[in-house]
């Protein structure tokens, strides 16, 4: 039987994060053997959960198929994968920019933990979630993203990792607020909303 076009889009996007994946790899892994920094290593880690959830993520109920959904989303995704190691000093040592990393890893780690098979790379509708880091923050996975991609771009400091992070996490935020669009209508979405007020960062934003 042919396969359909939904489900020819959703094997291509499982295979493009995989693909971007070992990309990283390759650099981040290269880099550690040579150096011995470990601060790109939990980027790595935190990338490869979305390899891992993405193959095994629930169906959506509702997804954002548009133009700008889509390429929103695919500038967010290949964003950390085009970070490259450099050779010199970081802005900060080592030791320091790998706490900061691990935390952003931490909040990474524990924010998919709870979304479990809701996770998803489009905007979509996969279900709502409203416990664990959510409490505080509507978007802990990604809050915990900007955090990694930071401590990355400090140990790892140039024109071109900056111009990626600046235009990846842009990007990653506009797909953030395309997401609450997509889900708005739920009801349940509407009343969480109500409760935490905060998209990425308490307080701030």
Not at 61 to 89: C, F, W
Not at 182 to 205: M, S, T
Request: proline share 4%.
């Amino acid at each position: 039987m042919a396969m359909s076009r939904e489900a020819a889009r959703d094997l291509a996007a499982r295979a493009v994060v995989i693909a971007l994946f070992t990309l990283l790899s390759i650099n981040l892994l290269g880099d550690f053997l040579k150096t011995g920094r470990t601060t790109g290593l939990l980027l790595l880690a935190g990338e490869a959960l979305v390899v891992v959830l993405t193959v095994f993520r629930r169906r959506a109920q509702l997804i954002d198929r548009s133009l700008v959904a889509g390429a929103i989303t695919v500038v967010s995704l290949v964003g950390p994968p085009l970070l490259r190691a450099t050779k010199g000093e970081g802005l900060l040592p080592d030791v320091v920019t790998t706490v900061i990393s691990g935390i952003g890893l931490a909040l990474v780690i524990v924010g998919k933990l709870t979304l479990g098979r809701s996770f998803g790379i489009a905007p979509a509708n996969r279900g709502v979630v409203v416990r664990g880091p959510y409490n505080v923050v509507r978007h802990p996975i990604y809050a915990g993203y900007l955090v990694t991609h930071i401590a990355f771009f400090v140990a790892n400091p140039g024109p071109w990792n900056a111009a990626v992070v600046v235009i990846g996490d842009s990007a990653l935020v506009i797909r953030a607020l395309i997401e609450e669009r997509v889900i708005g209508g739920d009801e349940g979405y509407q009343a969480y909303c109500r409760r935490v007020g905060w998209h990425l960062v308490p307080g701030v934003f």
